[in-house]
């Protein structure tokens, strides 16, 4: 095995790996699916669990200490607890998480929990029903609400809640949103829409950080708080009464990719080393024709020789993946 740990050119230290578990997605979101909808891969073209967690091992002798696990919307996939009850009791991982869109959360929100999965994200863009309808083109708000309720109820923590805001679709409840870090102790993070694949969204919709801010800040002055070293990309914040917090992840209007340190795995076993260029190397064909750990770890590594500092699109919106956000997780 390469004794060298995922420090790239930039002197990033990669040591977050997520991983998209499938390309398939109980819901149509308007932002994320394109229309004409992309085929889905056959069965055969999706990394099989134990070839995942094959690579979450080696990954870990190279320095991965952090497994974030999304989608398409994981919890369709057959089988998914009780791979996440092994991905939990892999020797090395200090932090393991998972996105969801919270559909299925409700009914399975026990085996989450006993597989050891302690924190999750779950993204909901509005708390509207019609307008949940509008948006994933399915009626599901009340089953999505009552799982994020249940969530917290069973004791996940922090439970985020990821929303997408977008002009003339879910601006006008901002402020309703926000205000659920003054009621329940959720962490909120308003992630900037990001132009990727074939989704052609007006440019116009876009709803950047420091405009958000100014109007959620209508419900009291917004306190930085102190960024611990496992925090992510958001800048974050809480209303001095607030039992949650609000986060602004901003890839657009302040780009963090100086501090990136992530990887993604595609279900179809593409190791990206950034979300938003396309050079990607392709770890299932070698893992199917029997490569050694080693020779994984080596790639592993040549993914991180290639990432990029930086994306360009706050300057050229046409500059991101030609992939879907589905396919790559997010
Ligand atoms: N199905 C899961 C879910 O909905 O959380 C996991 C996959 S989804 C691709 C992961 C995250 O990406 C979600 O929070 C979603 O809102 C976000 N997302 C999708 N498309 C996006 C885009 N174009 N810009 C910004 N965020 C996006």
Redesign the pocket.
Known sequence: MPDSTLIDRFNRNLNYLRI?ITDR?N?K?L??VPQDLIPKLPHHEILSYEEILRIVRVSIGLGISKVRI?????LVRKGVYHFLEKLAGTEGLQDISL????VLLKDNIHKIKAAGIKRI???I?TLNREKFKQITGFDFFDQVWAGIELAQKTGFYPIKI???PLKGVNDDELVDIARLSMTHPFHI?F???????S?H?DIDRHFLAPEIKKHVEHLGELVPVDRSTNDGPAERFKFESGRGEIGFIR?ISRHFCQTCNRLRLTASGQLRPCLMHDKQEDLKSIIRKGCSDRELAEVFLEAVRQKPLEHKLQKDHNAGSAVQ??T???
Do not use: A, F, K
């Not at 999304?70 to 994981?74: I, L, M, S």
């Not at 992630?191 to 694949?197: C, K, L, R, S, W």
């Open positions: 998209s997605c819901l979101c932002y994320c999304t989608g398409g919307e994981p996105t969801t869109n919270g994200n779950i993204s863009d990821n929303v997408v993070r992630i900037e829409y990001m132009p990727v694949g989704i969204m890839p956000m589905c790559i997780g997010g």
